[in-house]
């Protein structure tokens, strides 16, 4: 009777999101190359609260290399469009791009990202915009490890918590070119030259 009980007030949660979190079940295989996932949100604004994902760019770094076969471009249909913005980012409304649904969009980025460190310029606020979309899908926060390129860069400069870089400077000071600049994918591989650069600077 306890057991009947205890079935009905645990919470149920979807397939995809029950194998999101096996992956952190399983025992860490030592012998397997980390993998870290660089990642950039395209984003309506700075708000996670009112504001959505546009799109979502990844590509995966393991050992020293960014592995460029193994990324993801995600574009998602605009619920809420702000012209402002959209001279920021390039995407349009009605774009040519292949626009799927948000829930389809971060049900793809959790199959792509498995456990993987997740990396980014300043990716707190990455992370809290795919966390809203996980509310919404009424399920968990993100449980991946995660690593910021600014941060990483405080360190090596020796620089105060408060004194922070934006992705040009960086790219000025680490000598790495910038293409596609401002868009989702452009600004992930981007961010995973200057994260490999840092990496190795830091000996991490």
């Known amino acids: 009777m306890a057991w009947n009980w205890f079935k009905k007030i645990a919470k149920e949660y979807p397939k995809f999101w029950e194998n999101y979190l096996n992956y952190f079940e399983k025992e860490p295989n030592e012998t397997k190359p980390k993998r870290y996932v660089v990642f950039n949100?395209?984003?309506?604004g700075l708000h996670f609260k009112n504001d959505v994902i546009l799109s979502i760019g990844a590509v995966a770094v393991i050992d020293h290399s960014v592995v460029v076969n193994d990324?993801?471009?995600l574009y998602l249909k605009q619920?809420?469009?702000?012209?402002e913005t959209a001279a920021i980012h390039g995407l349009l409304k009605e774009g040519k791009e292949e626009k799927i649904v948000?829930?389809?969009?971060?049900?793809?980025?959790?199959?792509?990202?498995?456990?993987?460190t997740?990396?980014?310029h300043h990716v707190s606020f990455d992370i809290e915009m795919i966390n809203q979309a996980l509310k919404?899908?009424?399920v968990g926060k993100l449980k991946n490890d995660s690593m910021d390129t600014d941060a990483?860069?405080?360190?090596?400069?020796?620089?105060?918590?408060d004194q922070h870089s934006n992705l040009d400077e960086l790219c000025k000071v680490l000598k790495v070119e910038k293409r596609d600049r401002n868009t989702a994918s452009g600004d992930a591989y981007i961010s995973a030259l200057l994260f490999l650069k840092l990496k190795n600077r830091l000996k991490i």
């Open 41 to 44: 949100c395209e984003t309506t």
């Open 71 to 73: 990324h993801i471009e």
């Open 79 to 83: 619920e809420i469009y702000k012209s």
């Open 102 to 116: 948000e829930a389809e969009a971060i049900i793809r980025f959790l199959e792509f990202i498995k456990d993987s």
């Open 118 to 120: 997740l990396v980014g």
């Open 136 to 138: 919404r899908l009424d």
């Open 152 to 161: 990483m860069y405080q360190k090596f400069k020796g620089l105060q918590e």
